[in-house]
């Protein structure tokens, strides 16, 4: 280890060592500031609200006044004219429209809308939509500030504050000022689109003329197809004699897939995104920075030959032109195995100098005349990249090789330069999301080449792991679904009584049947310890397994209730050292015998539920419906092929080893008896704790289990199809509904049974959930 000293000789103390950080000072005094700065602004409008607002609001409305004001005299300086008058075509149209929407709410409007859009604290002088605000975002959305930084922030800095004592002022409502703000934008883009605007963007002769300005006089120069990120190219000849391929970035054509990187940027970590939201700025000094790290590296890359700024609003790089073919435009016969290998090696040695590409699709390697790899389309890449993003590059280049030249050489020629440790380490990031767009478009149509990569890596690599060892994706699509689901279940539920105080619900509870019903709650998480545990050959420790239910129960709360549960537990079995097959398969019986107690639950209780109601005319309607809906679920199975082939390909494997694995435990009794017991209790102690809830608002009268428990089977299990977190919103809308009409109690206290049953089934269980979750995690138990 070399050793290294201090200015002043002495020796430099442990990188490792605790210090004072200025950064940390600096956070706390910043902080303390705001405390007191909050704090002091909210007595001040508490004791004289006109002294603190009235100021405020006058200097906001001078700027606003102001600055629309300058950036269109400079507008009319630069002969923008046309630009001004749509400007102001625009505000009168945000203004006519503001005002007649205000009309109309204070007049015919329906109720709702009125209560939405008006505040009942005002004395009638509410407005629905703020005038100026809408007339002001018009016109500056039109007009626009060019390089003034300085006026633009001003500007929205003052509609900001305009708005904000709006609605301290209790003059609108937040809805009423967001509308405001979306009607200035859409009116100023209706009217652009209606007018047209006018094209700023730098012409061919002037990309020509910046060329000449950097000492690269034009001989000829030729349009070619723009790039996939909507940069402009030409092809360009020198006096010079060399040939430069040129990039036009303009700020308007950055929309370009600006919504596929919004998604992206939602879905996937950071490490994971190709390219994330950045400015012109940004995106031409990376590219800049690339070029200039990887041709210093010794990687051959065209030379960055200039970068010129076009104005305002446009970037100019130019880099040598490099003629050659991309590995798409190779005839099969050429895709080489020493081909191959030099692809690979190429990227090792990019890696080796800790840079990304990011982009290793078909497009990204360019073979000369004389057979010589060129590395291309440094777009977004990045240099100090993590050991990660070297991977998902890899990644890459698996998958664009599958394709062209089947999975068996694209693996055998990665496994000749990588390793075989290495390529096992790859496996579980093998996903099309991690891709580039256009090579994630090619697996589209290659469906079977990520299986088929997988199949080869797991040929010498066995033990590697399949299952995500790193968490790339924030949301998933069904994930970002189900949120949305809950959020709308979430409003429709809150809406149920929205109008009333919350302990109104509970007015009147029975404690000791509360109590009951959260004893119910926490019986669930042994029973399902017992239910997991039961089925499973090797021995667990019992509290990592009753911890790893209060885990599920937190997951339900971003993920649908059928869902997150059964992902844990598979995730825990496999941390604790069951192999992921037997893992599966462990799982499956489980969820077998969860099903099986299910059915013959409804079946019984539905029965006595029908007698003490006087039919003695089994099976119940019930339990006949619980059979057609099996019956005809399944008969979808089979008749629709999307859905059979989902079954067979996905439902099929899961439970392809319940059979084996159910006649193992028949030589293990004790333990087939534990699980069967924990099938039966964990339906049985839920009820319980519905019909707890209920007699906690009803004590003296006779509600019967085998009713309630019905309903709670019935209920629990439509709703935890349905997806949203934990089945949010469905669930207590089937458990009010099927408690009203089975036992005949009010459809208000059966509400509030159902909302004290789900407080103490589903939303205080989230910390202690949270809990064990991060402690298991920190244990490797998770």
Known sequence: ?????????????????????????????????????????????????????????????????????????????????????????????????????????????????????????????????????????????????????????????????????????????????????????????????????????????????????????????????????????????????????????????????????????????????????????????????????????????????????????????????????????????????????????????????????????????????????????????????????????????????????????????????????????????LRPAVVSAETRAQLRRHKSVVGGVAEEILAFQPEAPQSPTVVLERLRPRTILSGLGGVIAAYFLISQFSGQPLGSLFKGMSWPWAALALGGSALTYVAASMGLGGFVPQRLNKLHLLLAQFAASFVTLVTPAAVGGVALNTRFLQKAGVSSGLAVTSMAASQVANFGAFLLLVMLLGSISGSSQGSYLPPSSVIVTVLLAVGVLGLVATAVPPVRKFVVTRVKPFFSGVGPRMLELVSDPRKLLVGLAGSFMLPLVGSLALWASVRAFVPDQPISFATVAVVFLIGKTAGSVVPTPGGLGAVEALLSGGLTTATGIGASTAFSAVILFRLFTFWLPIVPGWLATTWLQKRGAL
């Open 1 to 429: 280890m070399v050793s290294g000293t201090n200015d002043d000789g002495g020796t430099e103390q442990q990188l490792h060592a605790f210090t004072r950080q200025s950064a940390d000072r600096a956070r706390l005094i910043a902080g303390l500031a705001g405390i007191v700065l909050l704090v002091g602004l909210a007595v001040l409008e508490r004791a004289a609200p006109d002294i603190l607002i009235g100021p405020v609001v006058f200097a906001a409305g001078v700027v606003m006044a102001v600055a629309p004001a300058v950036a269109a005299v400079e507008r009319l300086l630069k002969r923008g004219g046309r630009l001004v008058a749509d400007g102001i075509l625009a505000a009168l149209v945000a203004y006519l429209t503001a005002f007649a929407i205000d009309l109309y709410v204070h007049g015919p409007a329906p109720e709702a809308l009125r209560l939405a859009l008006t505040t009942s604290e005002s004395d009638g002088s509410s407005t629905p939509i703020h005038l100026y605000i809408a007339t002001v975002v018009a016109f500056v959305s039109i007009v626009g500030f060019g390089d003034r930084l300085i006026v633009r922030n001003a500007t929205w800095f003052s509609l900001a504050i305009t708005a904000a004592a709006a609605l301290v002022e209790h003059r609108t409502t937040l809805v009423g000022v967001l509308v405001s703000f979306a009607l200035g934008r859409t009116v100023a883009y209706g009217i652009r689109w209606a007018r047209g605007a006018a094209d700023t963007r730098p012409t061919g002769e002037a990309v020509m003329t910046a060329l000449a300005g950097a000492d690269l006089a034009v001989a000829d120069w030729t349009r070619t197809p723009d790039g996939t990120d909507g940069a402009r190219r030409y092809a360009v000849d020198t006096e010079a004699g060399t040939r430069l391929a040129v990039t036009v970035l303009d700020r308007d054509r950055l929309a370009v897939g600006l919504a596929y990187r919004l998604y992206q940027r939602l879905r996937l970590r950071r490490p994971a995104q190709s390219q994330g939201l950045a400015s012109l700025q940004h995106i031409v000094e990376q590219r800049t920075l690339l070029a200039l790290a990887v041709r210093d590296s010794g990687i051959r890359t065209p030379k960055l030959a200039a970068v010129r700024k076009l104005g305002s609003d446009a970037v100019m790089i130019a880099y040598q032109q490099i003629e050659g073919r991309t590995l798409d435009q190779l005839e099969p016969e050429e895709l080489t195995d020493p081909l191959l290998d030099r692809i690979w090696r190429l990227t090792a040695e990019l890696h080796r100098h800790q840079i990304s590409h990011r982009r290793l699709s078909t497009g990204a390697f360019l073979v000369d005349d004389a057979g010589v790899v060129w590395l291309m389309r440094l777009e977004a890449g990045e240099v100090a990249a993590s050991e990660l993003q070297q991977r998902l590059d890899d990644v890459e280049l698996l998958a664009t090789l599958g394709v062209l030249v089947g999975p068996e050489r694209a693996v055998s020629s990665a496994r000749a330069v990588l390793g075989d440790v290495a390529m096992g380490a790859l496996l579980p990031l």
